[in-house]
């Protein structure tokens, strides 16, 4: 009998179930929106039930659309949006408030009255303070339910990232478990000493009984008994880690960028802890037995966003990919520059408070040159995250690998090779977060031997190979470091 791994990803605006196969192809894929809601001028909600069922609405879909049921599948792992916080009862399973999304603000009074342990925090966890992680969730949420406080100190209330929350409702209630990459992102976990740290739950006010066991990436973790009885979870991981994780970025200096709404580029340091003060962020990678990787990793905030941006306010075409079109149809920009700070810039920046410019206007400019600008500044914003993990490692990186939505554009991954002087590698299979979470679970249970294996059947589609010549690169550099300053300045 054929059997894969079903590969479990649950994303902010959608989840998606996948059968992989032995040689890392999908077999077939599933996918349903989830909502969000917005109920107060940066926050960011979702109802962990909806999560929960949207999970069994994928895998009942897979199945029944491909005619196969579980005894096809060999183990399950999953990856998941990252930070976002669940807190439920132990009594009945039911959450005790809505999920708290990564990117939602609410609690960001909480993160202002801390400063002061800035380095401490950062030094433990590899982190900057910031409502982005779940530790000032947890908080928030229980601050904001009756007795929240006393009901988690008597064990009444299970946290969880949404890995935690989908394990505990496949297994009937039975685990309790994150990951290191998950637990990594709670800024509660000391990535030196692979443990929740007292101290942290000290300044957090938080009691460790709330929290759930953390184990390796791939792991057996436990029985899905929900779906079916010996239906064995063999591995998770946080989506940006799953994905590194399926690009096959295995060997230190290894570097992956994704290019969705955001950007999100991590460069696997190996065993070694790197810190980096100039704006990226330490995170663990994955941990296999014993074997515990680290990545560097920095966020770019708009990245297909400001493609959206363009169809959606500018109104300039109708369809994200039509954009790849426009740019093609002039031979430059003309001297235009688009910063589309839109909600403040993120690495290596990290400014909250600037917003977006436009530069190099003339009656010449047309808009073709515009969309071509703002493609340009995707690349130039992850260029600005790769020259700080080369400047942290001493070295040039010789090549990018890229996933996400907005690689279907040869334009973009054009330009992103010749502005980085490096190489940009597509993989066969887009589906990187998926195929991370499959890896993990298949080196757990046995359906592929090891890494070597898993490297056999990594494919690549295409690469883009660097053409600019040095004097074009330096003067885009030049002119995009003036925009960047200028908007920043520009409060
Ligand atoms: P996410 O997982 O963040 O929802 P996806 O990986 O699905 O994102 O990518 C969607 C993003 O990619 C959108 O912001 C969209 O504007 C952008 N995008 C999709 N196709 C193209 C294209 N051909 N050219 C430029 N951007 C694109």
């Given at each position: 009998?054929?059997?894969f791994i079903l590969a479990i990803d649950q994303g902010?605006?959608?989840?998606r179930a996948s059968l992989i196969d032995k040689e890392g192809n999908i077999f077939?894929k599933?996918q ?43 183990s399950i792992g999953i990856t998941n949006q990252r ?80 890995d ?15 990951d290191?990459t998950n ?33 390796p990436s791939s ?15 063999c591995g998770v991981a946080g989506d940006q880690q799953a994905a590194l994780f399926g690009q096959n970025c295995i060997n230190?200096?290894d570097i992956k960028s994704t290019y969705g709404?955001?950007c999100f580029v991590l460069m696997n ?14 995170t663990i990678a994955w941990q296999i037995?014993?074997?515990?990787h680290?990545a560097?990793e ?101 090549s990018l690998r890229v996933d996400g939505g907005?690689t ?16 940009v590698i597509m993989p066969k299979n887009l589906e990187t977060t998926s195929l991370g979470a499959a890896y993990l679970s298949g080196l757990n249970s046995?359906y592929w031997?090891n890494i070597e294996e898993i490297n056999k059947v990594h494919k690549i589609d295409r ?29």
């Amino acid at each position: 009998m054929k059997k894969f791994i079903l590969a479990i990803d649950q994303g902010t605006t959608s989840t998606r179930a996948s059968l992989i196969d032995k040689e890392g192809n999908i077999f077939y894929k599933s996918q349903q929106e989830i909502k969000c809601s917005f109920p107060h001028d940066g926050w960011v909600e979702q109802d962990a039930i909806d999560v929960w069922l949207s999970l069994l609405n994928v895998v009942n879909d897979l199945l029944a659309k491909t005619n196969l049921n579980y005894s096809n599948i060999d183990s399950i792992g999953i990856t998941n949006q990252r930070e976002t916080t669940v807190i439920w009862s132990k009594l009945d399973g039911m959450p005790v408030y809505p999920a708290l999304v990564w990117q939602s603000r609410q609690s960001a009074y909480i993160c202002d009255g801390i400063k002061k342990y800035e380095t401490l925090v950062y030094d433990k966890t590899g982190l900057i303070i910031n409502p982005y992680f779940s530790a000032s969730k947890i908080r928030f949420i229980l601050d904001h339910i009756a007795d929240g406080q006393k009901r988690a100190e008597n064990g009444e209330l299970m946290f969880g990232t949404i890995d935690t929350w989908l394990m505990y409702k496949l297994s009937n209630g039975k685990i309790f478990k994150t990951d290191v990459t998950n637990a990594s992102r709670t800024m509660l976990f000391n990535i030196k000493t692979l443990n929740w740290d007292d101290e942290l739950l000290r300044i957090f006010n938080i009691p460790k009984i709330l929290l759930p066991k953390v184990c390796p990436s791939s792991h057996y973790f436990g029985d899905a008994t929900f779906l079916r009885k010996g239906l064995k979870i063999c591995g998770v991981a946080g989506d940006q880690q799953a994905a590194l994780f399926g690009q096959n970025c295995i060997n230190k200096g290894d570097i992956k960028s994704t290019y969705g709404t955001g950007c999100f580029v991590l460069m696997n340091t190996g065993n070694d802890i790197v810190f980096n003060k100039d704006g990226l962020i330490t995170t663990i990678a994955w941990q296999i037995g014993d074997d515990v990787h680290y990545a560097l990793e920095g966020s770019v905030f708009v990245g297909g966003a400001s493609i959206q941006w363009l169809r959606d306010q500018m109104r300039m075409f109708k369809d994200a990919k039509d954009s790849e079109a426009y740019a093609k149809a002039v031979d430059d920009t003309l001297g235009v520059y688009v910063v589309p700070a839109f909600v403040g810039l993120g690495a290596p920046y990290w400014d909250d408070d600037c917003r977006g410019a436009v530069f190099g206007l003339t009656r010449a400019t047309t808009k073709e040159h515009f969309i071509r600008a703002t493609l340009n500044s995707i690349a130039l914003q992850t260029k600005d995250v790769i020259e700080e993990m080369e400047k942290q490692s001493k070295k040039k990186i010789p090549s990018l690998r890229v996933d996400g939505g907005a690689t279907s554009n040869s334009y973009l991954m054009q330009f992103q090779a010749d502005i980085l002087g490096s190489k940009v590698i597509m993989p066969k299979n887009l589906e990187t977060t998926s195929l991370g979470a499959a890896y993990l679970s298949g080196l757990n249970s046995g359906y592929w031997k090891n890494i070597e294996e898993i490297n056999k059947v990594h494919k690549i589609d295409r690469e883009f190979i660097p053409r600019m010549t040095e004097e074009e690169k330096e003067e885009i550099n030049k002119k995009w470091k003036i925009a960047i300053k200028s908007t920043r300045m520009f409060k």
